[in-house]
């Protein structure tokens, strides 16, 4: 199963325990992808890369609360870096519904991609 979303990153149900989240962002100073997460899925990690020369900033949002998950996360250049939701104390999970990821380069343009899983529960991801 291959969920589409607004923006055409896909999310593909992997397993009967997750479901995987994969983005490219890239184009201009600040860009936003979407994804979803469903009813139940809320145990999510996410792998960011920063493919620029610069540094970039990440913010993580739930659409429907505005409920900020990840403040302005600085990824250096060339850098990856892991974020799980279980790592910040969320043991029930992210709410269900679409997050906007929000890669922001400052003057320079992002170039960066996203990997990631939700789970059903914590030890899925």
């Known amino acids: 199963m291959v969920e589409v979303v607004d923006n055409g990153s896909a999310v593909e149900k992997i397993t009967s325990d997750a479901i995987k989240i994969n983005q490219r962002s890239g184009g201009s100073a600040t860009v936003g992808e979407s994804f979803n997460v469903p009813k139940g899925w809320g145990h999510v990690k996410l792998r960011m890369k920063n493919h620029s020369d610069h540094p970039v900033k990440?913010?993580?949002?739930?659409?429907?609360?505005?409920?900020?998950?990840?403040?302005?996360?600085?990824?250096?250049?060339?850098?990856?870096?892991?974020?799980?939701?279980?790592?910040?104390?969320?043991?029930n999970?992210?709410?269900?519904?679409?997050?906007?990821?929000?890669?922001?380069?400052?003057?320079?343009?992002?170039?960066?991609?996203?990997?990631?899983?939700?789970?059903s529960q914590p030890g899925d991801i």
């Not at 900020?68 to 910040?88: C, G, N, Q, R």
């Open 58 to 91: 990440v913010s993580l949002i739930h659409n429907g609360s505005n409920k900020l998950y990840i403040d302005a996360l600085v990824i250096t250049p060339h850098d990856t870096v892991t974020w799980k939701s279980t790592d910040e104390g969320i043991t």
């Open 93 to 119: 999970g992210l709410r269900s519904g679409y997050y906007t990821l929000q890669w922001r380069g400052s003057d320079y343009k992002v170039n960066g991609e996203t990997w990631g899983v939700a789970g």
